[in-house]
């Protein structure tokens, strides 16, 4: 009788250590040791950019960065600005009105309103795998979702993300997107250029 009681009471411990192992739900890689972002905020070809010349309310203001990089700004030949910041944009906008004669001193801001330059690459198994604008503050999170999401096939808890840190050298890591939605693990902020590669699971 005692057997049979300490038996029962043995069960009962093991049922509620499956129990709570299955409680604490599906394991996860651990959170990924990943470079923070960096802010980039030089324009390129397809850049849209607001271009204010103080005092000359006719000249147009809002300007596409063209294929070849350059900016088509009025009385000044094309001017080169692939890869500056919109601050040295100002600076050669301001150049040439110098150059040409237009204006003597002239006072110049320019803004991006937005980058079409920069893109996030998402492949694999999602709804719609492709480039996707990037925006400042950009999640992965929100890059899945803004291709559809993941298919039925996806393996939300081993997701690649690759990473440019220099011009010679690139990070890969794993990423689960389950603890990032559950709340274990932060969320990820992109960076412009970085690629995401979501496999099949393994069934």
Do not use: W
Not at 145 to 172: C, E, H, M, W, Y
Request: net charge neutral.
């Amino acid at each position: 009788m005692v057997f049979s009681r300490r038996l029962a009471l043995a069960f009962l411990a093991a049922l509620a250590l499956v129990l709570s192992l299955v409680g604490c739900g599906k394991s996860y890689p651990p959170p990924a040791n990943l470079p923070p972002p960096i802010r980039s905020t030089s324009v390129g070809p397809g850049d849209v950019i607001d271009v204010h010349v103080v005092g000359e309310e006719k000249l147009p203001q809002e300007f596409e960065v063209q294929p070849d990089g350059t900016l088509d700004f009025p009385y000044v030949r094309a001017i080169k600005v692939n890869g500056l910041e919109p601050h040295d944009v100002a600076l050669a906008v301001r150049k040439g009105l110098i150059d040409v004669k237009y204006l003597t001193d002239p006072q110049v801001t320019v803004k991006v309103k937005q980058y079409n330059s920069k893109k996030i690459n998402v492949l694999g198994q999602v709804a719609r795998p492709g480039p996707i604008p990037f925006t400042e503050g950009l999640t992965v999170v929100d890059a899945i979702s803004a291709t559809g999401g993941f298919t039925p096939l996806a393996d939300s808890n081993a997701v690649v993300l690759i990473r440019q840190v220099s011009p010679t050298k690139s990070v890969t890591v794993i990423l689960s997107i389950d603890a990032m939605t559950d709340g274990t693990h932060r969320m990820v902020k992109l960076q412009a250029g970085d690629t995401i590669k979501v496999d099949q699971r393994l069934f």
